[in-house]
C-alpha cells in the first residue's frame, strides 16, 4: 500500500468527512451537527491520507487555549476527527498521522496537546494520559432533594427564562470568567458558542432547549440549558450545560432543574468530578453517578509545559522523563515552582521520580495522583521521599473539567 498524505483542501471536506463517519461505523448524526463541524474544521490543520484517489485516513486540530493549574491559558492542540478505513488499519497510518501532527504542533509552538478518546486504550502508547474525568448521573428527583439550607446564601438571585439562543451573549460572558478557575477549560473560539445551542444537544425526545439564567443585580451569574422530554409526570429534564460565578448560584440553578413540574429524572453527561450538587443532596445514592475518563493530554514541549503551571506546596524535583514519540522531551530535568511560578530545565542531577510521558499528561492538571500511579507502576521513586511532595505540588485546589467534546 502507498499512501500520501495531504493538508485537507476545503473542496474535498465531504469525501474527508465521509471516511471518518465509515472509520465510527457510519454513526447517524443530524445535518445541524454536520455543519457545525464543517464550520469549525481548520483546513490548514487537517490530514487527509490518500491511496489511490480514496480518502481512507482522517485527522484534525483545533487552535485551542486551556487553562492549567494557576490561571495561565496555554496554547493547546486539540486532536479531532481521527479515523482509518476498516480496510487500512493496522498498517501504521494512525502513527503516521499522529506523529506528523505533533510534529506541527512542536513547529507551531504549542507546548500541549490534548483529544478526548472514543477507545480509551488507543492514545497511550503517543504519550497521552487521562488527565480529567467526567461524571454522568441519573438523578430520581422523587426521592432526592438539595435542602434550602444549601442555597441559602443565594439571596438576591433572580432566574429568569430566555431564548437559549438570544441569551448567548450574557452566558458566555459567565463562561468566560470560569476559565481561568478551572484547569482543563478551553476558551470559548468565535463560533464554538453553538455548541450551547446546537439543535439535539439534550437528546433525543426533547421539548426544544431551554435556558435559565440567574442574575444578580441585573447582571448574570449563572445559566443553565436545558430540555424536557415526555413531561408526563415522569418526564426527564436533560441538562445541557450550567455554569455559575459561585456556589450559590450554581446550587439554586440546581434546584430549580430538581423542581420542574411533571419530572422525575434529571439527567447530565458531563460533569466535574468535585460538583458540588453531589455534596449538597440529601441521598447520594439516588443519583445514579458513573465516573468516566474524558480529557486525554501531552505534554509536547516538557519545559514550557510544566514551568507554565503553578504548584500547590513548593516542589524540587528531577524527574526522568521518556517519550519515544517526541524524542526531543526524554531525559532528565528538575522541575522547581510553587504558587507563584515555576521553572524547569534539564539537568545532570540523579534522577528522584522516573516516568513515561503518559504519565506526566495524566497528573498535569492536578487530577491525577502521582502516588496513584506509583502504586500502580507508572511512576518510581528513585529518591526515597520524592514521592509525596511532588503528589502534593502536583495536586490542585479544584478538579479539572472539560466543558463539552470536540
Known amino acids: 500500500m502507498t499512501t500520501e498524505l495531504k493538508e485537507l483542501d476545503p473542496a474535498d471536506w465531504e469525501r474527508w468527512y465521509r471516511c471518518l463517519n465509515t472509520a465510527f461505523a457510519g454513526e447517524v448524526e443530524l445535518p445541524e451537527h454536520r455543519a457545525l463541524w464543517r464550520d469549525l474544521t481548520e483546513h490548514k490543520r487537517s490530514l487527509g491520507a490518500w491511496d489511490d484517489g480514496q480518502v481512507v485516513g482522517t485527522l484534525s486540530a483545533f487552535s485551542?487555549?486551556?487553562?492549567?493549574?494557576?490561571?495561565?491559558?496555554?496554547?493547546?492542540?486539540?486532536?479531532?476527527?481521527v479515523g482509518v478505513l476498516p480496510t487500512h488499519?493496522?498498517?501504521?497510518?494512525?502513527?503516521?498521522m499522529i506523529r506528523r501532527h505533533l510534529e506541527e504542533v512542536r513547529e507551531g509552538g504549542e507546548p500541549l496537546a490534548v483529544l478526548?478518546?472514543?477507545?480509551?486504550?488507543?492514545?497511550?502508547?503517543?504519550?497521552?494520559?487521562?488527565?480529567?474525568?467526567?461524571?454522568?448521573?441519573?438523578?430520581?428527583?422523587?426521592?432526592?432533594?438539595?435542602?434550602?439550607?444549601?442555597?441559602?446564601?443565594?439571596?438576591?438571585?433572580?432566574?429568569?427564562?430566555?431564548?437559549?439562543?438570544?441569551?448567548?451573549?450574557?452566558?458566555?460572558?459567565?463562561?468566560?470568567?470560569?476559565?481561568?478557575?478551572?484547569?482543563?477549560?478551553?476558551?470559548?473560539?468565535?463560533?464554538?458558542?453553538?455548541l450551547e445551542t446546537v439543535a439535539g444537544a439534550v437528546g433525543a425526545g426533547s421539548v426544544g432547549?431551554?435556558?435559565?439564567?440567574?442574575?444578580?443585580?441585573?447582571?448574570?451569574?449563572?445559566?443553565?440549558?436545558?430540555?424536557?422530554?415526555?413531561?408526563?409526570?415522569?418526564?426527564?429534564?436533560?441538562?445541557?450545560?450550567?455554569?455559575?460565578d459561585d456556589g450559590a448560584t450554581e446550587l439554586a440553578l440546581w434546584r430549580f432543574l430538581f423542581s420542574i413540574d411533571l419530572t422525575s429524572r434529571v439527567t447530565f453527561y458531563d460533569r466535574p468530578v468535585d460538583d458540588a450538587w453531589q455534596y449538597a443532596v440529601n441521598d447520594v445514592r439516588g443519583c445514579g453517578i458513573q465516573l468516566r475518563d474524558f480529557l486525554y493530554l501531552r505534554p509536547v514541549e516538557?519545559?514550557?509545559?510544566?514551568?507554565?503551571?503553578?504548584?500547590?506546596?513548593?516542589?524540587?524535583?528531577?524527574?526522568?522523563?521518556?517519550d519515544s514519540f517526541c524524542p526531543w522531551n526524554e531525559g532528565r530535568w528538575r522541575l522547581s515552582g510553587d504558587r507563584t511560578g515555576a521553572v524547569?530545565?534539564?539537568?545532570?542531577?540523579?534522577?528522584?521520580?522516573?516516568?513515561?510521558m503518559r504519565e506526566v499528561g495524566a497528573a498535569y492538571l492536578g487530577g491525577t495522583s502521582l502516588t496513584g500511579l506509583a502504586r500502580a507502576g507508572r511512576v518510581r521513586e528513585v529518591r526515597h521521599g520524592a514521592l509525596a511532595p511532588a503528589t502534593t505540588a502536583f495536586g490542585w485546589d479544584v478538579s479539572p473539567?472539560?466543558?463539552?467534546?470536540?
Open 64 to 81: 485551542f487555549r486551556m487553562a492549567v493549574p494557576g490561571g495561565a491559558v496555554l496554547p493547546t492542540a486539540g486532536l479531532t476527527m
Open 89 to 96: 488499519r493496522r498498517r501504521g497510518l494512525l502513527t503516521a
Open 116 to 194: 478526548t478518546a472514543s477507545e480509551a486504550a488507543i492514545y497511550g502508547r503517543f504519550g497521552y494520559g487521562a488527565a480529567a474525568g467526567r461524571i454522568r448521573a441519573e438523578i430520581d428527583t422523587r426521592r432526592v432533594r438539595l435542602p434550602e439550607a444549601a442555597g441559602a446564601r443565594a439571596a438576591g438571585l433572580r432566574l429568569r427564562l430566555v431564548d437559549s439562543v438570544a441569551a448567548l451573549p450574557e452566558t458566555e460572558k459567565v463562561y468566560a470568567r470560569q476559565v481561568e478557575r478551572r484547569p482543563g477549560m478551553l476558551e470559548r473560539l468565535p463560533g464554538w458558542e453553538r
Open 209 to 244: 432547549q431551554l435556558c435559565v439564567v440567574a442574575e444578580r443585580d441585573g447582571a448574570a451569574v449563572g445559566y443553565a440549558r436545558f430540555g424536557v422530554s415526555e413531561a408526563d409526570g415522569t418526564g426527564t429534564v436533560r441538562v445541557r450545560s450550567l455554569v455559575a
Open 302 to 322: 516538557l519545559g514550557a509545559a510544566l514551568a507554565a503551571r503553578r504548584y500547590a506546596a513548593p516542589v524540587d524535583v528531577v524527574l526522568e522523563v521518556s
Open 344 to 356: 524547569c530545565e534539564r539537568t545532570t542531577d540523579p534522577a528522584e521520580l522516573a516516568l513515561s
Open 401 to 406: 473539567w472539560l466543558p463539552h467534546g470536540f
